[in-house]
C-alpha cells in the first residue's frame, strides 16, 4: 500500500497547483467557466489526457496520479468540464476489450458493432480527450436506444453545456451498451441548469431521436468505484483549500484585542477540521493505490472514500465559512463558493447513504 | 533480507514464541520478563536504537514491520511500553554515554522496568507548574514531592524524573531530569485504583530521596526539553501502539460486535459501518505517518492529531458498543462495562484532547499562542495547582 506522494506526483502537484494559481485565482472562477484556460489546461498540461493511454495520445497515469490532479482543480474550485471529462474518461478505459478484459491495455478492440466500428469511436474520443479537443461527460442514468438514435431525458447531466459528447448506457436487444451521442447534434436540446455550485453547471439533456455510436458492452463493475475515487481527491482539495483559508484568517484577525486563531474555542475547531484532512487524505491515497494496484480492494475503498470524505469535505467547508462571523455569509466572500462545491460533491453521485448501504453489504452485516 | 521477508521472519518467531492464555496468578512480570529476554536474543528488541547500546541499529521501516507483525498477536510486554516508547528513547535521545551504556540495555533484556514521573495533583495538562523539588546537596540531589498517574511505577525499577531545581526563574527555566531509583527508602509506591476499579497506576511520595549527579539528563534547569522529547515520543508510541500488542481480541471492536448484535436491523448496520469507517480512516492515518516517517518526513506535532484521533475514537467506539449491546453490558464482569470504563483514560493519558488540539493548532497549524501570564513570572510568585 503507497499512502504517500512520489518525487513525479509532487512535481504534479506543484505544477497544477503553480497554473491554477496564475490562471484561475478565485475572482476569475467567480466568472464562470473559461474554454482558454480549460484549453491551456489541456494543452500546457495535458491533464485531460493523463489517465488515457498513451497508445491514445494519453500519459497512460494511474487513478494515484490522476487524484493529485483532481485535488488541486478542486482546491482552485476550478469551472467547466475537466471532472465531467474525467468521469467520461475513466468510463472509457474500462470497457472491456475484445478478448474480454476490462482496461486500457491492448488497442485492438471493439469491432463487432456496426459499419464504421466501435474500435474507430473509441479511438476517436479518447484521443480527442487527450488532445483537449472534446470536453465530455457521463451519465449515470441508462437511456433508449433504438438500433440507431437514442432517446430518453436525462435530468442533471455534470458540465453538459460545455460537453462536446456524452458517454451513457443505453437498453439495448443485446443488454446494456456504452454509447457516444454528440451533443450538438440534430435532436438533442440542452437546458442550462441553474445550480447551488456558482462554478459548476449542470444542464438538462433531451434526447429524442439523437444520432449515437456504440461503444461495446456496458462493463459490469470498475466504472462507478473509480469516479468515487476521482470524486473523493477533488473533495480533498476543496477542503484543504477551505482550511488553509480559515487558518489564513485566523492567523490576520483580530476581536478582543487578540488574533481569533488564539482563542480555544476557534483553534480547537481548527485542531479537529485537520485532523479531518489528515484522514481524508489518507483514504484519498489508499483508495487512488486501490484503484491502480488492489482491485479486489476498490469496492471497499471507494465506497469508504465517499462515505468519509464528502461527509468532511462539506463539514469543514462549512465550519470555514462559519468561523469567518458574518463576513462568511455574504456574497462576495468566497467562503460560499466552497460550501456550495462542497454540498454539490456530496450529493454529485447520489445520496451519501448509497455509500454507507454499500459498506454494509461488502462488509457483509 | 529485505522487508517482506523480514515480517515474515518476525512472524513467524511471533507465532513460536507468544505466551497465549492468562498467566497464573502474580506470574504476569516473570513472564513479561522471560517474555522480553527472548525477544531480545531474537534480535527484536530495540529495533532503531544505536547497536552499541544494546539495539539493532536497523531503520524504521523494520521497526514497523515488527509492529506490523506483533498487531496479531497479544504481546505480554505492557509494564516494558513506558520503557520502550519513552523514557528509553529520551535516554538514547539526551542521554550521557554512561547513561546509555548503563540503561539501556537491561532494558532491552527486559531485566529492568521503568516509568515516567512528571505529573502531579497540580500540575496535569501544566506540567511545567511542577513543584516537586530538587535540591543540589554536595555532589547528589535531593528530592521532596509528589507524582501521580504513574502508569507500572509498582513493578517499576527506575523512573524519569522531572523536578524543580530554581524557583527564582520562571517555571519551564527551573526544572531538571533525573533518573531515579525507584527501590531507594525514600520513594513509597501507592497503587490509585482509576475508574475501572483496577489499580492500573500509582501515586508516588518522594521524602528525601538522593540522586547521584551522574543520574541527571540533560544540564540543570533544562529538564524543560528533555521533557518535550519524552512527550514526542509518548504521543507517537502511543499513536502508533508501541509496545501495546493488538486490538483484536477488544470487545467494542466491529468484529466482535457482529457477532453479538442484530445486524438485519438497518440502524444497527448503519453504526456498524460509523464504526468501520472511523476506524479505517485513522488506521490509515496512522500508516500514512508510519510512510512519511519511513520516507524521512518526521510526522511531530501531526502525531498529537493522531493521539487525539485515536482518543475520540475508543469513547465512540466503547460508547456505541454499550448502546448496541444494551442492558447487559453495564454488568460489571462484561467486557464492555471495562471498555466504558477504561475508554476515558486515552481522553486524559499522554495528554488530554484539549491539549493535543492547542498542539495541533500551535504547531501544526501555526496559529497564534494563547496570551500566558506564566512565562515571565518567578516560579515561586506564580499561581500553581488548585487554588480556593
Redesign the interface.
Known amino acids: 500500500?503507497?499512502?504517500?506522494l512520489s518525487q513525479e506526483q509532487q512535481q504534479l502537484r506543484e505544477s497544477v497547483r503553480s497554473f491554477l494559481h496564475a490562471a484561475s485565482p478565485l475572482p476569475k472562477v467567480r466568472q464562470g467557466y473559461d474554454p482558454q484556460v480549460y484549453a491551456r489546461l489541456n494543452g500546457e498540461l495535458g491533464l485531460s489526457g493523463l489517465i488515457v493511454p498513451e497508445e491514445y495520445g494519453g500519459a497512460g497515469a494511474g487513478l494515484a496520479d490522476l487524484a493529485v490532479a483532481l485535488e488541486e482543480t478542486g482546491a482552485a474550485l476550478l469551472p467547466g468540464p475537466f471532472l465531467a471529462t474525467t468521469f467520461a474518461a475513466i468510463a472509457l478505459t474500462q470497457m472491456p476489450d475484445k478478448e474480454g478484459r476490462a482496461g486500457s491495455g491492448s488497442g485492438s478492440l471493439r469491432n463487432q458493432d456496426g459499419a464504421e466500428g466501435s474500435a474507430t469511436v473509441y479511438t476517436e474520443l479518447l484521443t480527442g480527450i487527450a488532445e483537449g479537443r472534446i470536453a465530455a461527460t457521463l451519465s449515470g442514468d441508462e437511456i433508449g436506444y433504438d438500433g440507431a438514435s437514442v432517446r430518453g431525458t436525462l435530468a442533471q447531466v455534470l458540465s453538459g453545456m460545455e460537453a462536446d459528447v456524452l458517454v451513457a448506457p443505453a437498453r439495448t436487444a443485446d443488454g446494456v451498451m456504452m454509447v457516444s451521442v454528440e451533443l450538438t447534434a440534430p435532436g438533442v436540446t440542452r437546458t442550462a441548469l441553474e445550480t447551488l455550485d456558482l462554478t459548476r453547471g449542470q444542464a438538462k439533456v433531451v434526447l429524442d431521436g439523437a444520432p449515437c455510436r456504440v461503444l461495446g458492452p456496458q462493463p459490469e463493475s470498475g466504472i462507478g468505484d473509480r469516479l468515487c475515487v476521482a470524486l473523493a481527491a477533488e473533495q480533498l482539495g476543496v477542503m484543504r483549500a477551505a482550511l488553509d483559508a480559515i487558518?489564513a484568517y485566523?492567523?490576520i484577525r483580530v476581536a478582543f484585542g487578540?488574533?481569533i486563531?488564539?482563542?480555544?474555542g476557534?483553534?480547537?475547531k481548527?485542531?479537529?477540521m485537520?485532523?479531518k484532512l489528515?484522514?481524508?487524505?489518507?483514504?484519498v491515497?489508499?483508495a487512488a493505490w486501490a484503484a491502480d494496484e488492489s482491485p479486489a480492494e476498490l469496492p471497499g475503498a471507494a465506497a469508504?472514500a465517499q462515505?468519509?470524505v464528502g461527509r468532511a469535505c462539506f463539514e469543514v467547508a462549512r465550519d470555514h465559512l462559519l468561523l469567518h462571523g458574518g463576513i462568511g455569509f455574504t456574497w462576495e466572500h468566497d467562503a460560499h463558493l466552497f460550501y456550495k462545491r462542497a454540498k454539490a460533491d456530496e450529493v454529485l453521485i447520489g445520496p451519501p447513504r448509497i455509500h454507507?448501504a454499500r459498506?454494509?453489504d461488502l462488509?457483509e452485516? | 533480507m529485505d522487508l517482506a521477508e523480514y515480517r515474515r521472519a518476525a512472524r513467524a518467531w511471533l507465532q513460536e514464541n507468544t505466551p497465549t492464555g492468562e498467566p497464573p496468578e502474580g506470574d504476569g512480570i516473570t513472564r513479561a520478563k522471560e517474555f522480553m529476554a527472548k525477544l531480545y536474543d531474537a534480535g527484536y528488541s530495540g529495533i532503531i536504537w544505536p547497536k552499541q547500546w544494546g539495539g539493532q541499529g536497523l531503520t524504521l521501516a523494520e521497526e514497523r514491520a515488527f509492529a506490523a507483525a506483533a498487531r496479531d498477536f497479544a504481546l505480554p510486554t505492557y509494564v516494558f511500553s513506558i520503557g520502550l516508547g519513552m523514557t528509553g528513547p529520551t535516554l538514547v535521545d539526551r542521554g550521557t554515554d554512561a547513561q546509555r551504556e548503563r540503561f539501556l540495555r537491561p532494558l532491552l533484556r527486559g531485566e529492568e522496568i521503568w516509568c515516567q514521573l512528571f505529573s502531579e495533583p497540580g500540575a496535569g495538562s501544566d506540567v511545567a507548574s511542577l513543584q516537586t523539588r530538587a535540591v543540589h546537596d554536595g555532589g547528589q540531589w535531593v528530592v521532596n514531592g509528589q507524582k501521580v498517574w504513574t502508569s507500572v511505577a509498582h513493578h517499576a525499577d527506575w523512573g524519569l524524573l522531572l523536578a524543580r531545581t530554581d524557583v527564582d526563574v520562571p517555571k519551564h527555566q527551573g526544572l531538571t531530569m533525573f533518573v531515579v531509583d525507584m527501590h531507594h527508602p525514600g520513594v513509597t509506591v501507592r497503587p490509585l485504583k482509576d475508574m475501572s476499579g483496577r489499580a492500573n497506576f500509582n501515586e508516588i511520595f518522594f521524602d528525601n530521596v538522593t540522586i547521584p549527579d551522574e543520574h541527571r539528563v540533560g544540564e540543570v534547569n533544562d529538564g524543560w526539553s528533555v521533557a518535550v522529547t519524552t512527550l514526542l515520543h509518548e504521543r507517537l508510541s502511543i499513536s502508533a501502539g508501541v509496545g501495546m500488542g493488538g486490538q483484536k481480541d477488544h470487545p467494542a471492536s466491529l468484529e466482535a460486535l457482529r457477532q453479538t448484535v442484530d445486524t438485519s436491523d438497518p440502524l444497527v448496520r448503519d453504526q456498524l459501518v460509523e464504526l468501520h469507517i472511523r476506524s479505517r480512516a485513522l488506521a490509515l492515518f496512522n500508516q500514512r505517518l508510519a510512510q512519511e516517517t519511513e520516507a524521512g518526513i518526521f510526522p511531530g506535532a501531526r502525531g498529537s492529531a493522531a493521539k487525539l484521533l485515536l482518543a475520540e475514537l475508543t469513547l465512540f467506539q466503547a460508547d456505541l458498543a454499550t448502546q448496541l449491546v444494551g442492558p447487559e453490558s453495564v454488568l460489571a464482569d462484561h467486557p464492555l462495562a471495562q471498555a466504558i470504563s477504561l475508554a476515558p483514560g486515552m481522553a486524559l493519558g499522554g495528554g488530554t484532547n484539549e491539549i493535543m488540539r492547542n498542539i495541533v493548532g500551535d504547531r501544526v497549524l501555526g496559529l497564534p499562542p494563547e496570551p500566558r501570564v506564566d512565562k515571565t513570572v518567578p516560579f515561586k510568585d506564580l499561581k500553581v495547582g488548585t487554588q480556593a
Open positions: 500500500m503507497k499512502l504517500t487558518v485566523a492567523k487578540r488574533y486563531g488564539s482563542y480555544q476557534v483553534k480547537h481548527l485542531a479537529d485537520h485532523g489528515e484522514q481524508a487524505e489518507s483514504i491515497r489508499y469508504l462515505a468519509y454507507r459498506l454494509a462488509l452485516l
